[in-house]
C-alpha cells in the first residue's frame, strides 16, 4: 500500500487479557518505530527495529511488552495481561533507513482496557 | 535526555491568517521533523529539517541549529489546517523526542 497500514483501528480488551496490534509498514521501509500517545501528550518511543532486528526497546513500559518483525515487514506489537494505564494510541511508524529519514505514521490503534 | 518545548501551546486563528510555531530544543540535534496530527489522529510528516530553510507550498520552515530552535511558519491559514503541531528531535540517533505540541484552531 501507499502508506502505513495499522489494525485493528480500534481495541478494547478487558483487564486481563493479551492484545497484538498489527503494523504493515511502507514497502521498502527498512526502519520501523512503534510509539506510544497518551492522551494530550506527544508521542513516546517504545522500541525500534531495522529490518528484522530489534535495534531498541528502551522504551517498553514493562516486560507485559514485546514486539518482533519477524520477516523484516510487517511487525506485531504484543501486550500480555493488558492493565488499564495501558489505554493509549499506539502508534507504527516506517522510514526508508538510518536516523536522518523522515519518519511515515500509521493511523494508530486506539486500545482501551476497561 | 534532550527536551523540547512548543510555543504556544494553543493559538486560534481566523482563516487566512499568518501564525509562526515555535520549537526550542535542549541540545544540539542531527534530526528534526514536523508534524501535524490532524483531528483524526492522522501524524502527517511536514518537514524533516535539522538545519536550514524548507518551503512547502503555504507551509514553510526554518531550523537555527547553533540557536537550538526551529520555526514553522503558516500562511493564510485554512480550517484544514486545524490540529496538533508537532516538533520531533533527535541528538545522536533515531529516538526522535517530541514535543507536547501546539493546538491551532483556525476559525471560517
Known amino acids: 500500500g501507499a502508506g502505513v497500514s495499522q489494525s485493528p483501528r480500534y481495541k478494547v480488551a478487558k483487564r486481563g487479557q493479551d492484545v497484538a496490534l498489527r503494523c504493515d509498514p511502507i514497502?521498502?521501509?527498512?526502519?520501523l518505530f512503534w510509539y506510544q500517545q497518551a492522551l494530550g501528550q506527544g508521542p513516546e518511543f517504545l522500541t525500534y527495529?531495522?529490518?528484522?532486528?530489534?535495534?531498541?526497546k528502551s522504551g517498553l513500559p514493562s516486560d507485559r511488552f514485546f514486539a518482533e518483525r519477524p520477516e523484516g515487514s510487517v511487525s506485531t506489537l504484543k501486550i500480555q495481561r493488558t492493565q488499564q494505564e495501558d489505554s493509549a494510541v499506539y502508534l507504527c511508524?516506517?522510514?526508508?533507513?538510518?536516523?536522518?529519514?523522515?519518519?511515515?505514521f500509521g493511523n494508530g490503534t486506539r486500545l482501551t482496557v476497561t | 535526555g534532550i527536551q523540547v518545548e512548543q510555543s504556544p501551546p494553543d493559538l486560534i486563528l481566523q482563516e487566512g491568517a499568518n501564525s509562526t510555531l515555535r520549537c526550542n530544543f535542549s541540545?544540539?540535534?542531527?534530526?528534526l521533523q514536523w508534524f501535524h496530527q490532524n483531528p483524526w489522529g492522522q501524524l502527517i510528516n511536514l518537514f524533516y529539517i535539522p538545519s536550514g530553510t524548507k518551503q512547502n507550498g503555504r507551509l514553510s520552515a526554518t531550523t537555527v541549529a547553533t540557536e537550538r530552535y526551529s520555526l514553522l511558519y503558516i500562511s493564510s491559514s485554512q480550517t484544514t489546517d486545524s490540529g496538533v503541531y508537532f516538533c520531533a528531535v533527535a541528538s545522536s540517533n533515531y529516538k526522535l523526542t517530541f514535543g507536547k505540541g501546539t493546538l491551532l484552531t483556525v476559525n471560517p
Open positions: 527495529f531495522q529490518n528484522e532486528a530489534q535495534l531498541d
Open positions: 511508524a516506517s522510514s526508508l533507513g538510518g536516523y536522518n529519514s523522515p519518519l511515515h
Open positions: 541540545d544540539s540535534v542531527n534530526n
Open positions: 514497502s521498502g521501509h527498512v526502519s
